[in-house]
């Protein structure tokens, strides 16, 4: 252990040329990519050290999702698809940031500590974004694992939900898929497929106000590449129009992050009044619907509606079975008031607000037997127990039941294979909107119909340190400093349908507002006046 731990800081391409701190975020690491060479080839080294623990073969995706084509980052995949332990996250803080000087004693420190036997075999996974920067930093992370005997497999540019999937599907001996692109883009294809059959066997061809055709906005991210695939094989169902794919800067001006933080149309899109379009982010692990009114008006249908069709849509599917599952969807307090209202008492399903960040929504959806979880920014999936499925396919092979209710099962145990459960998947998540749309036979403007959204801002305030403010819950009711939340009360008391809450960025050194009232001046308004509390 000595003799590799020596070897790793003997690598002088790699070694730490700047001061400044980084830390294993939410999202994993992310900063100016310049920056990341040290980091990126520690993280070879401990995802090496992380699959002997784990005796299963671990994921390292090179990305920064939605940010600006300069920065870049990286995060681990987990055994089964799952984000890194938290306890890891500190290990992972500690290595990168420690001096080269110190390299050597953190890493035998963590075979220590974690009594790690280098002897075992170790095998590593790797993805990579559209970033110019990311095979250089992918070689470096790559450099690390081989360093530290793993056994590396590079898919390339892939989603990161792909990656995500790969490694899942290795580590559950292919029942989860095949870990290849083949294997995924066959299994979601697949289940799409068979969803539609098992449909129109019942109901016949007329799909009502449901029009098979989809303007897609990549972002010139990784999603752009992957679903030319995926439409390849679902040509015959799916029409795509694709725009942003390997023509311009990554995420520059389009995108979802930009669709749904400025509530317009992506640039270099061109579209009708009703055209059904979708944005990914540029790692497509996001994605928002959106569409043209006949006033020229941008409407937006972002991940509170997409967590509301598809709640809808299973419960009916288990009203059809009579089954009495767990059901609950998961929201930040980004979630527009009128989704949880919409969700809570017409579709009587209860809901669970929790802190930002994928992983604590997807903490909290493994409660339930069948748990929907969606950040209003678009990122989200389903999650099914495995007490879910056993019932369910014991219902459809039920020969003694009516066969509407093993139609439903069928239907369920389908959409299970076209979700990603390791991660919100904007591919996986735009089958399932387009197979739910399709079933109803729902135009856009259908959906949109739900509810009505309540008008909302969101601003971004800087102050010279954000970590000032500490929020206590999930709605974000702040803690310190001591009496501002009494003034944001007094302040929200003024308006109709008024609520209002900051909170600290965990990306961007900025506090963020989040402000809805009755109409779109009072939200503005409200926003405003918060900024003004906070500055
Ligand atoms: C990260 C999170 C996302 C969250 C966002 C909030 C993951 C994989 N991503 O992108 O869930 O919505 O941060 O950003 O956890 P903020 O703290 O800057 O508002
Ligand atoms: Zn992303």
């Given at each position: ?18 001061e400044k701190?980084?830390?294993?975020g939410t ?5 100016k990519?310049v ?5 990126l080839?520690?993280?070879g080294?401990?995802a090496?050290?992380r699959?002997r623990v784990k005796g299963a073969?671990i994921?390292?995706?090179?990305t920064?999702s939605?940010n600006?084509v300069?920065?870049n980052g990286?995060?681990?995949v987990?055994p089964?698809g799952e984000?890194?332990e ?9 290595l990168?940031?420690?001096k080269?000087?110190?390299?050597s004693?953190?890493?035998i420190q963590?075979?220590d500590?974690?009594k790690?036997?280098?002897d ?9 974004d559209?970033?110019p920067?990311?095979p250089h ?15 590396v ?12 999937y790969?490694v ?7 029942e989860?898929?095949i870990p290849t ?7 979601l294809?697949s289940?799409f497929?068979?969803?539609?059959e098992e ?7 007329d ?9 897609a906005?990549?972002a010139?991210?990784?999603g752009g590449?992957a679903?030319e695939q ?10 795509f129009?694709?725009?942003?794919v390997?023509?311009?800067e ?8 930009y ?7 992506p ?8 055209d059904?379009c979708?944005?990914?982010?540029g790692d497509?692990d996001r994605i928002?619907?959106y569409?043209?009114?006949q006033?020229?008006?941008f409407?937006?249908?972002?991940g509170d509606r997409?967590?509301s069709l598809?709640a809808?849509y299973?419960?009916n599917l288990l009203d059809?079975?009579g089954m009495e ?14 989704s949880?209202k919409?969700i809570?008492?017409v579709?009587?399903?209860?809901v ?10 997807h ?8 748990g929907?979880y ?7 999936t389903v999650?099914f127990s ?5 019932l369910?396919?014991?219902?459809r092979?039920?020969?003694r ?8 099962a069928?239907?369920m145990?389908t ?9 919100g ?7 399932i909107v387009e197979?739910?749309?399709h ?5 856009v403007?259908?959906?949109?119909n ?8 969101q601003l971004k ?7 000032i403010i500490?929020?206590i819950?999930p709605?974000c ?6 009496g501002?939340?009494?003034?944001f ?5 003024l308006?109709a ?6 909170r600290?960025s965990g990306?961007?050194?900025?506090v ?8 779109q001046a009072?939200a503005d ?6 900024a003004?509390?906070?500055?």
């Amino acid at each position: 252990a000595w003799a590799l731990a020596a070897e790793a800081k003997g690598k002088t391409d790699y070694s730490r040329k700047h001061e400044k701190a980084i830390e294993y975020g939410t999202a994993g690491f992310r900063s100016k990519a310049v920056d990341l060479d040290h980091v990126l080839y520690r993280i070879g080294i401990l995802a090496a050290l992380r699959s002997r623990v784990k005796g299963a073969t671990i994921g390292v995706m090179i990305t920064a999702s939605h940010n600006p084509v300069a920065d870049n980052g990286v995060k681990i995949v987990d055994p089964s698809g799952e984000m890194l332990e938290i306890l890891w996250e500190t290990i992972a803080t500690n290595l990168a940031n420690v001096k080269d000087d110190e390299l050597s004693a953190t890493i035998i420190q963590i075979v220590d500590q974690e009594k790690i036997d280098l002897d075992k075999p170790a095998s590593v996974y790797f993805g990579r974004d559209t970033r110019p920067s990311s095979p250089h930093l992918s070689n470096a992370a790559v450099e690390g694992s081989t360093l530290f005997n793993a056994s590396v497999k590079d898919f390339g540019i892939v989603t990161t939900p792909m990656l995500h999937y790969f490694v899942a599907a290795y580590n559950s001996n292919n029942e989860y898929g095949i870990p290849t692109a083949e294997g995924y883009f066959s299994k979601l294809t697949s289940a799409f497929r068979a969803f539609r059959e098992e449909v129109i066997s019942e109901r016949g061809p007329d799909c009502g106000d449901y029009t098979p055709i989809i303007v897609a906005d990549m972002a010139n991210g990784v999603g752009g590449p992957a679903m030319e695939q995926m439409a390849k094989h679902l040509k015959d169902l799916l029409t795509f129009e694709f725009f942003n794919v390997g023509e311009g800067e990554l995420n520059h001006e389009s995108g979802a992050d930009y669709v749904k933080v400025r509530q317009t149309l992506p640039k270099r899109v061109r579209i009708k009044s009703k055209d059904r379009c979708v944005s990914f982010d540029g790692d497509a692990d996001r994605i928002v619907y959106y569409y043209q009114d006949q006033s020229v008006k941008f409407r937006l249908l972002d991940g509170d509606r997409i967590a509301s069709l598809v709640a809808g849509y299973i419960k009916n599917l288990l009203d059809i079975m009579g089954m009495e599952l767990n059901i609950g969807v998961v929201q930040t307090a980004y979630a527009n008031g009128a989704s949880t209202k919409y969700i809570k008492e017409v579709l009587q399903i209860p809901v669970a607000c929790v802190h930002t960040g994928v992983k604590h929504l997807h903490h909290k959806a493994q409660e339930f037997d069948i748990g929907i979880y969606f950040e209003a920014n678009g990122h989200g999936t389903v999650l099914f127990s495995k007490k879910a499925k056993v019932l369910i396919k014991a219902l459809r092979e039920d020969k003694r039941l009516a066969g509407g209710k093993r139609s439903a099962a069928r239907k369920m145990l389908t959409f299970i294979d076209m979700v990603n459960e390791t991660t919100g998947d904007a591919i996986a998540d735009l089958l399932i909107v387009e197979t739910i749309l399709h079933a109803r036979a729902w135009s856009v403007e259908t959906w949109e119909n739900c509810y009505t959204d309540l008008p909302n801002r969101q601003l971004k305030v800087t102050v010279k340190d954000r970590n000032i403010i500490k929020v206590i819950d999930p709605q974000c009711h702040i803690g310190e400093p001591e009496g501002l939340q009494e003034d944001f009360d007094r302040l929200i008391g003024l308006f109709a349908d008024g609520r209002a809450f900051v909170r600290p960025s965990g990306t961007e050194d900025v506090v963020r507002v989040y402000a809805e009232a009755n109409t779109q001046a009072n939200a503005d308004k409200l926003a405003v006046h918060i900024a003004k509390l906070v500055h």
